[in-house]
């Protein structure tokens, strides 16, 4: 999709193409709707990024808690969306051997316990093992520290969804 088409889209179809670039949060893109015409892709992102941003601490968090666990129960069941699916087989934790499935599972189960939000990372710019040893010491941290470190990730998930919809035309460089 060109950003020109894009910035042509109605906003049933713009909802429809872009409501789950943050996973499970259609209000992303429902709330930059009123920013088009976007210059390019970078832009569209910016205006995500920049609303994600200005939410309030309870809405950052919400933002995270929609995120499924990587390799959990979801996973385990097959149910995650789409776009989820790809990126947590990308990153290979379709193919973590079982020690390495249980220590995912607790850890994530310790994160949620102490931060009462999942750990969220872009699957798709970390493969297992940095994943692993990423949830390991980000687990370290404050709550205040991952709230922000978990929404640069989504920003990162975003982008990277972004540019699977849209063409980055550089044409205008
Ligand atoms: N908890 C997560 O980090 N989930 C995910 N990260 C991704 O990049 N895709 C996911 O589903």
Redesign the pocket.
Known sequence: LSISLVNELNYEDFIGRFGNVV?HCSICAAAVWRNRPFRDVHHLHQEICSFMDLLPDTGKEGV?RL????A?KL?ELGS??Q???A??K??GLDTMSPDEKQLLRET?IKYREKFGF?????????KKEA?LKGIVERLEHSAAEELNI?IE??K??CL?RLLGIVIDDKSHM
């Open positions: 996973e995270l995120h499924p666990d990587l959990g996973a995650l969306t776009e989820s699916t990126e947590q990308a990153a994530n999942p750990f969220v990372i872009c699957a798709r710019q970390n994943i978990g990730e989504v990162k998930i990277l």
